[in-house]
């Protein structure tokens, strides 16, 4: 039974530029969040989608936008970059609305960013 | 109000010796809080969580001890293995928000044999 799987694992992106990251859920689950994880930090909570919408969003600027497809599967994007933007890029997916919700909530191994 | 705070930032313990790693919270919303183990190049794996009707849960060799009316909680591992140097991050959530996990900043471990 595969986890979540991100993609790519490495890039490299030039100050300014777009950039893409994907993240296929674990099996069985419709619900995607991602986080960013400076180095030597806690991940920090980006935004959460469902059926399609972002449900939740924490406090990063409109610079950061994402998708979720019908398969349940997201992609990340992130214009105008910065270099402060580089980090460790973390998927989490889990089943929306059970109440043991938590106890399937699963990273993924992430996709790490550095912008030169 | 959003933030988790941890300490220490990085603990060194002795293969057998007890590791305590501590956090405190303000957002009194906060009803759910998980101990995630994260070892290089991978994503955090949950190890242990607590709601706060609780003062104590134990798995194994890890233990969560929480203070609702301190705001605090920690995580104890006992009979530390080498095999348990990793970084641990405490973390707290709305149970009802289903899923925005809120980081503390990460406490690296190293257990010497």
């Known amino acids: 039974d595969a986890g979540v799987t991100q993609s790519p694992t490495h890039l490299i992106k030039t100050r300014g530029q777009q950039v893409t990251l994907r993240c296929s859920p674990k099996?069985?689950?419709?619900?995607v969040s991602w986080y960013q994880q400076a180095l030597g930090q806690g991940p920090q909570f980006i935004f959460q989608y469902y059926e399609e919408e972002e449900r939740q969003r924490g406090n990063f600027p409109d610079r950061f936008s994402g998708h979720q497809f019908p398969n349940y599967s997201s992609e990340l994007n992130v214009n105008a970059l910065l270099l402060g933007d580089s980090a460790l890029y973390l998927c989490?997916?889990?089943?929306?609305?059970?109440?043991?919700?938590?106890?399937?909530?699963?990273f993924g191994s992430g996709t790490r960013l550095t912008v030169v | 109000q959003q933030q988790v705070k941890q300490s220490p930032q990085s603990l060194i313990v002795q293969k057998g010796g007890i590791s305590i790693i501590n956090c405190a919270y303000e957002n009194t919303a906060f009803d759910y809080f998980p101990w995630y183990q994260q070892f290089p190049g991978k994503g955090p794996a949950l190890l242990i969580a607590i709601r706060p009707d609780v003062s104590e849960k134990k798995e194994g060799r890890f233990t969560i001890s929480f203070n609702k009316s301190a705001k605090q909680f920690s995580l104890h591992i006992m009979d530390s293995q080498p095999g348990d140097s990793a970084t641990y991050f405490c973390?707290?959530?709305?149970?009802?928000?289903?899923?925005?996990?809120?980081f503390g900043q990460g406490t690296e471990l190293s257990v010497k044999p």
């Open positions: 973390a707290a959530a709305t149970y009802n928000q289903g899923g925005k996990l809120i």
């Open positions: 099996s069985g689950h419709d619900t």
């Open positions: 989490a997916s889990n089943v929306f609305g059970l109440v043991d919700w938590h106890y399937g909530y699963t």
